[in-house]
C-alpha cells in the first residue's frame, strides 16, 4: 500500500463518528438503529475496498456527505419483506410466512408469473374462461369432492362459506368450538359477521348430539363443525363423530359443515398427529362442505380451499364475495404443483412434510454434522465459544396439533461475553436474518426447519454476529 492511501484510509471516519454525525443531523429517524448501523458498516467497507473517492476528497465533510448518500442507497435497497433462516424448529411458522415451497411450486410461481396464462381463458373454446376452475380437478381427485374451488385463505373460505349457505339463519356449533384461531380469527365474531345467527350447544367440555337435536329449530340452516386447531381438551371431555352429526343434517335437511382448518392431505398420524382431521375422511364420513388452509399441513400457498358436495360448492362460487375472495395467478400455479406432487406421491419434495417427518436419528445426525461445521469454523481462534447438542423438541406450529412435540436434537451456543439475549438479537438483526430460540440460557438452533441450502449461509451469520 501506498503512503498516499494509507493516509486516506486513516481519513475514513469511524462507525461512531459517523452515527453522531446522522444523530446530530436527525438522518433516518425512522429506521431501525441497528439497520443504520449495519448500513454505514457496508458502506465504510466499500469505501475501504474501493478508496476512490477518498483518494480525492480531502474535506471531511463531504466525505460524511457521500457516506450519508451511500447509507440511504443501501436502506433503501433492502426489501422490506426478506428471506430470513428459521432456525426455531417451529414448521408452520405463521410469522415466517408458514409453509416454504416445494421447488416444482416456485419453478409454477415463474413461469406462469414471468408472462400470460390461460387464467381466465378457455383454450379449447378460444373465448373467455373461468378463473375458479383452476385445481379443482386435482383437488376432487384428492379429496374424494364432487367440487372443490380455492380463495384467498380458509378465514375467507370459513366466512364465505357461512355468508352463502346460513345468511339469514342459524348455524347449531357446540360451546367447545367457539374459539379463537389467531390473529383475532374468532368463529363467533365471524358468524355474526356473515349473518348466521350463532345457536351453542353443549358446554365446553362436553356435547353431544342429542344437544344438537333439540337445538335445530325452523330458522337452523347449517351444523357447523370447527377443528379447535391450537388448543386440546383433555380429559372428561366428548363431541360427536362427524358420521353422526352428518346423518342428523341429512334427516333435518340441514347443511353439514366442518372447518378443519389445517388441513393434511397425507396421513402424518407416524408424526404423532393422529387426531389432525382430513378433508377427505370428513367428506367420507359425510360432510357437505369442508374448508382447510393451503400453506399448513398441505404445505403449499397461502390459499383456502373449499370441497364438497357440487351443488353447495356452486352457490359459493355464484356468491358476488367470491370477486373478493379469490386468489391471483401465482397462488394457482403454486398450489397446482403442489397438489400434483400429492397425487404422485411425491412427499419427500414437500418441504413442510419433510421437516415433519424427519426421523430423531436424522434429526441428530444433521446436527452432529452442523456442530462439527461450527466448530471448524470457529477455529482454534475463538476460545469462549462452545458448540454443544442437546435434545429438544421441535413444534409442528400453524395452529396445528399444539401438544405434539417431534424430538430433535438442537445446536446450543453459548459464547463468552455474550448473554443469549445479545446474541439472539445479534442473529435476528445479521444481513440474512437468523431467528432462534433461547432454552436454559442458551441460544439454541433446530435445523429441522433450516433449508439444506441455507447451512451454509446459518454458519457464516452464527460467525460474523459474535465477531463483531
Ligand atoms: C388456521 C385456521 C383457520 C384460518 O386459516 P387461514 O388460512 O390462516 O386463514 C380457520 N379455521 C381453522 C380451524 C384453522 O385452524
Known amino acids: 500500500m501506498t503512503e498516499v492511501s494509507r493516509t486516506h484510509l486513516r481519513r475514513i471516519p469511524s462507525v461512531e463518528r459517523v452515527l453522531k454525525f446522522f444523530h446530530d443531523k436527525r438522518a433516518f429517524p425512522d429506521i ?3 439497520a443504520v448501523r449495519d448500513a454505514v ?8 475496498e474501493h478508496g476512490a473517492r477518498v483518494e480525492t476528497e480531502t474535506d471531511p465533510d463531504y466525505l460524511l456527505a457521500d457516506i450519508e448518500r451511500a447509507v440511504a442507497e443501501r436502506l433503501a435497497e433492502r426489501p422490506g419483506l426478506r428471506a430470513v433462516i428459521n432456525a426455531t424448529g417451529v414448521v408452520l411458522h405463521t410469522n415466517l410466512g408458514r409453509a416454504p415451497l416445494p421447488a416444482a411450486a ?5 413461469e406462469i408469473g414471468r408472462g400470460y396464462s390461460n387464467l381466465e381463458y378457455d383454450l379449447t373454446a378460444g373465448k373467455r374462461g373461468k378463473r375458479d376452475v383452476h385445481c379443482e380437478s386435482l383437488l376432487c381427485d384428492l379429496l374424494g369432492a364432487e367440487a372443490a374451488v380455492v380463495v384467498n385463505n380458509c378465514a375467507a373460505a370459513v366466512f364465505l362459506i357461512l355468508d352463502t349457505l346460513g345468511n339469514g339463519g342459524e348455524a347449531v ?4 368450538e367457539l374459539v379463537e384461531i389467531g390473529g383475532g380469527f374468532r368463529i363467533p365474531d365471524v358468524m355474526r359477521k356473515s349473518g348466521v345467527g350463532l345457536r351453542e350447544v353443549g358446554t365446553t367440555n362436553r356435547t353431544r348430539l342429542a344437544d344438537y337435536e333439540t337445538a335445530i329449530g325452523p330458522e337452523t340452516k347449517m351444523i357447523v363443525r370447527v377443528h379447535p386447531s391450537n388448543f386440546r381438551l383433555l380429559g372428561f371431555a366428548e363431541r360427536p363423530a362427524v358420521a353422526d352429526l352428518a346423518a ?3 334427516a333435518r335437511g340441514l347443511v353439514f359443515f366442518e372447518d378443519i382448518g389445517s388441513g393434511a392431505i397425507e396421513d402424518l398420524s407416524a408424526q404423532g398427529l393422529n387426531d389432525e382431521p382430513f378433508a377427505a375422511r370428513s367428506l367420507a364420513d359425510g360432510a ?12 403449499g400457498p397461502q390459499a383456502g380451499i373449499i370441497a364438497g358436495r357440487q351443488e353447495l360448492v356452486d352457490r359459493v362460487r355464484r356468491n358476488p364475495l367470491m370477486r373478493m375472495l379469490r386468489v391471483d395467478k401465482l397462488v394457482y400455479a403454486a398450489l397446482e404443483a403442489t397438489l400434483r406432487l400429492y397425487r404422485n406421491r411425491a412427499f419427500g419434495e414437500i418441504p413442510a412434510l419433510a421437516m415433519l417427518r424427519q426421523s430423531p436419528t436424522d434429526a441428530k445426525a444433521r446436527a452432529e454434522r452442523f456442530a462439527r461445521k461450527l466448530r471448524r469454523a470457529f477455529g482454534g481462534e475463538a476460545v469462549g465459544v462452545d458448540v454443544t447438542l442437546m435434545r429438544g423438541d421441535s413444534l409442528v406450529g400453524g395452529g ?4 405434539v412435540k417431534l424430538p430433535t436434537t438442537l445446536v446450543a451456543l453459548n459464547v463468552d461475553g455474550f448473554s443469549p439475549e445479545d446474541l439472539e438479537t445479534r442473529l435476528r438483526r445479521a444481513e440474512m436474518p437468523v ?9 439454541v438452533l433446530d435445523l429441522r426447519t433450516v433449508l439444506p441450502e441455507q447451512e451454509d449461509r446459518l454458519a457464516t451469520e452464527v460467525l460474523r454476529s459474535i465477531s463483531r
Request: charged share 30%; net charge positive; proline share 2%.
Open 248 to 250: 342428523l343434517a341429512k
Open 400 to 403: 396445528s396439533a399444539p401438544h
Open 32 to 34: 431501525d438503529r441497528a
Open 173 to 176: 356449533i357446540s360451546r367447545g
Open 106 to 110: 416456485i419453478a409454477a410461481i415463474g
Open 288 to 299: 357437505d362442505i369442508v374448508a382447510f388452509s393451503g400453506d399448513k399441513l398441505l404445505g
Open 435 to 443: 431467528i432462534v430460540r433461547i432454552e436454559d440460557g442458551r441460544v
Open 41 to 48: 458498516r457496508e458502506a465504510l467497507a466499500g469505501l475501504r
